[in-house]
C-alpha cells in the first residue's frame, strides 16, 4: 500500500477518529459506533477498509450468543496511533467528542424545554373558552391584562414625583431658618 493511499484513507471521515478510540486495545463494532460521531455505516466502511489497508485486524471472539468482532491495530496502525499522541492528535479526538456530547446534551435539554412549553400552551388553546361565562372577579380585575393609556401612566409618575416632595412647611422646619413661631 502506497502512502498516497494511507493518506487518502485517514483523510476519510472517522478513519483516525477509529484509529484512536480502538487505541492500545481492542473494541467491538458497537463500541465504535458509540465513541465515533460518524453514522454506523460509515463505521462499517471505515473497519472494512482499515482491514483492507492493513491498518486494522478483526478477530472473533466466541460469546455466549455466538461470535463476537474485535478489531485491533495492526503494527502499522500502532505507528499511526503513536504519532496521533505524539501530536496531540487524540487528545483533540477525545475533547472533540467531550464538547460533542456537551451540545448534544444542551440540544436535548432546549428540545425538552420547548416540548414542554408546546405541551402548556396546547393546554392553554385546548381548555375551555371563557366566554358567555360568568365568572367572580375581584373588583378591577380582569382575564386579560390591559395595557394602561398614555394619559394614565402620566398621571401616576405624576403622583408618584407628587408623593417624593415634602410641603414647604416641613422642610421650613427642617431648615431652622430662624423665624419665631409667636
Wanted: charged residues 35%; glycine residues 8%; proline residues 3%.
Amino acid at each position: 500500500m502506497g502512502l498516497d493511499e494511507l493518506e487518502g484513507f485517514l483523510r476519510k471521515k472517522g478513519a483516525a477518529e477509529l484509529i484512536t478510540e480502538i487505541g492500545t486495545g481492542t473494541a467491538t463494532f458497537n463500541a465504535l459506533v458509540d465513541a465515533v460521531a460518524v453514522s454506523g455505516s460509515t463505521v462499517s466502511s471505515r473497519l472494512s477498509e482499515g482491514v483492507e489497508r492493513e491498518v486494522l485486524t478483526v478477530s472473533h471472539k466466541p460469546t455466549e450468543h455466538g461470535t463476537e468482532k474485535r478489531y485491533a491495530l495492526t503494527i502499522l496502525g500502532r505507528r499511526i496511533y503513536d504519532w496521533a499522541a505524539q501530536t496531540e492528535f487524540e487528545r483533540k479526538v477525545r475533547k472533540l467528542r467531550r464538547v460533542q456530547h456537551e451540545r448534544e446534551t444542551a440540544f436535548e435539554r432546549m428540545v425538552g424545554k420547548l416540548n414542554r412549553d408546546m405541551e402548556i400552551r396546547k393546554m392553554v388553546t385546548d381548555s375551555e373558552p371563557v366566554e358567555d361565562q360568568e365568572i367572580d372577579l375581584p373588583e378591577g380585575a380582569s382575564l386579560v391584562p390591559k395595557m394602561a393609556s398614555e394619559e394614565k401612566l402620566r398621571e401616576a409618575k405624576h403622583e408618584r414625583m407628587e408623593a417624593n416632595l415634602k410641603p414647604i412647611e416641613e422642610l421650613e422646619d427642617a431648615g431652622g431658618t430662624g423665624e419665631d413661631s409667636d
